[in-house]
Protein backbone atom coordinates (compact mmCIF):
# COMPACT_ATOMS: atom_id res chain seq x y z
CA UNK A 1 0.00 0.00 0.00
CA UNK A 2 1.67 3.07 -0.84
CA UNK A 3 0.86 5.74 1.32
CA UNK A 4 2.91 9.10 0.67
CA UNK A 5 3.14 12.38 3.20
CA UNK A 6 3.46 15.86 2.02
CA UNK A 7 3.20 19.45 3.63
CA UNK A 8 4.98 19.61 6.80
CA UNK A 9 6.96 22.67 7.74
CA UNK A 10 7.37 24.97 10.69
CA UNK A 11 5.15 27.43 11.41
CA UNK A 12 4.06 30.04 14.53
CA UNK A 13 1.42 29.46 16.60
CA UNK A 14 -1.80 30.34 14.96
CA UNK A 15 -0.45 29.43 11.76
CA UNK A 16 -1.80 27.10 9.40
CA UNK A 17 -0.70 24.24 7.42
CA UNK A 18 -2.04 21.39 4.73
CA UNK A 19 -0.59 17.86 4.95
CA UNK A 20 -1.38 15.75 1.54
CA UNK A 21 -1.03 11.52 1.47
CA UNK A 22 -0.65 10.59 -1.92
CA UNK A 23 -2.09 7.19 -2.76
CA UNK A 24 -3.23 4.93 -5.36
CA UNK A 25 -6.89 4.58 -7.02
CA UNK A 26 -7.57 0.81 -4.97
CA UNK A 27 -6.11 2.22 -1.84
CA UNK A 28 -8.46 5.27 -2.31
CA UNK A 29 -11.74 3.64 -3.48
CA UNK A 30 -11.04 0.69 -0.11
CA UNK A 31 -9.37 1.61 2.70
CA UNK A 32 -10.78 3.69 5.41
CA UNK A 33 -7.43 6.44 5.86
CA UNK A 34 -6.50 8.57 8.99
CA UNK A 35 -3.62 11.01 9.98
CA UNK A 36 -1.90 10.50 13.14
CA UNK A 37 0.65 12.55 15.26
CA UNK A 38 4.05 11.07 17.54
CA UNK A 39 6.29 12.72 19.43
CA UNK A 40 9.54 11.10 20.99
CA UNK A 41 8.53 8.90 23.89
CA UNK A 42 4.87 9.00 23.69
CA UNK A 43 2.51 6.59 21.73
CA UNK A 44 1.29 7.17 18.24
CA UNK A 45 -2.05 9.77 18.67
CA UNK A 46 -5.18 9.24 15.84
CA UNK A 47 -5.98 12.94 15.07
CA UNK A 48 -8.77 11.97 12.62
CA UNK A 49 -10.04 9.67 9.94
CA UNK A 50 -11.84 9.29 7.24
CA UNK A 51 -14.42 6.65 5.55
CA UNK A 52 -15.02 5.49 2.08
CA UNK A 53 -17.95 7.38 2.80
CA UNK A 54 -16.69 10.38 3.40
CA UNK A 55 -18.11 10.96 7.14
CA UNK A 56 -14.98 11.91 9.46
CA UNK A 57 -13.43 11.42 13.05
CA UNK A 58 -11.96 13.62 15.02
CA UNK A 59 -9.85 13.50 18.25
CA UNK A 60 -11.13 15.95 20.61
CA UNK A 61 -7.68 18.35 21.03
CA UNK A 62 -8.43 19.03 16.92
CA UNK A 63 -12.15 19.35 16.80
CA UNK A 64 -12.63 22.38 15.27
CA UNK A 65 -9.20 23.66 14.17
CA UNK A 66 -8.09 20.46 11.99
CA UNK A 67 -10.05 18.93 8.85
CA UNK A 68 -9.67 16.10 6.83
CA UNK A 69 -10.81 15.69 3.36
CA UNK A 70 -10.49 13.26 0.61
CA UNK A 71 -9.63 14.34 -3.03
CA UNK A 72 -10.85 11.51 -5.92
CA UNK A 73 -9.17 13.54 -9.00
CA UNK A 74 -5.51 12.91 -7.47
CA UNK A 75 -6.24 10.18 -4.88
CA UNK A 76 -5.42 11.93 -2.11
CA UNK A 77 -6.05 12.65 1.43
CA UNK A 78 -5.50 15.91 3.05
CA UNK A 79 -5.06 17.73 6.79
CA UNK A 80 -5.79 21.22 7.07
CA UNK A 81 -4.61 22.34 10.52
CA UNK A 82 -5.12 25.76 11.06
CA UNK A 83 -4.55 27.77 14.50
CA UNK A 84 -1.77 25.38 15.16
CA UNK A 85 -0.21 25.41 18.53
CA UNK A 86 3.23 24.60 19.99
CA UNK A 87 1.78 21.10 21.42
CA UNK A 88 0.51 20.30 17.71
CA UNK A 89 4.46 19.84 16.83
CA UNK A 90 4.85 15.88 15.57
CA UNK A 91 5.92 13.62 13.22
CA UNK A 92 2.11 13.67 11.27
CA UNK A 93 1.60 9.77 9.90
CA UNK A 94 -0.69 8.97 7.09
CA UNK A 95 -2.42 5.59 7.81
CA UNK A 96 -4.78 3.02 6.06
CA UNK A 97 -6.81 -0.12 6.58
CA UNK A 98 -9.39 -1.86 4.72
CA UNK A 99 -12.56 0.02 4.90
CA UNK A 100 -15.58 -2.88 5.82
CA UNK A 101 -18.03 -0.06 5.42
CA UNK A 102 -18.23 3.15 4.40
CA UNK A 103 -17.78 4.94 8.40
CA UNK A 104 -14.53 5.95 9.16
CA UNK A 105 -12.29 3.84 11.37
CA UNK A 106 -11.48 4.59 14.89
CA UNK A 107 -8.37 6.28 15.99
CA UNK A 108 -6.68 3.59 17.44
CA UNK A 109 -2.90 2.53 15.94
CA UNK A 110 -3.82 -0.89 16.21
CA UNK A 111 -6.56 -0.80 13.40
CA UNK A 112 -4.17 0.52 10.73
CA UNK A 113 -1.91 -1.92 9.49
CA UNK A 114 0.00 0.80 6.36
CA UNK A 115 1.49 3.55 7.33
CA UNK A 116 3.24 5.91 5.48
CA UNK A 117 7.24 7.67 6.00
CA UNK A 118 5.91 10.51 7.99
CA UNK A 119 6.44 14.28 7.60
CA UNK A 120 7.01 16.67 10.29
CA UNK A 121 5.15 19.72 11.82
CA UNK A 122 6.92 22.15 13.97
CA UNK A 123 5.51 25.01 15.95
CA UNK A 124 7.04 27.71 17.69
CA UNK A 125 5.36 30.13 20.12
Known amino acids: VQLEESGGGSVQAGGSLKLSCATSRYVYNRYSMAWFRQVPGKEREGVAS???????LYAESVKGRFTISKDGARNSLYLQMDNLQPEDSAMYYC????????????????????WGQGTQVTVSS
Open 50 to 56: IGTDGTA
Open 95 to 114: AATWALDGAPSGLSSREYAD
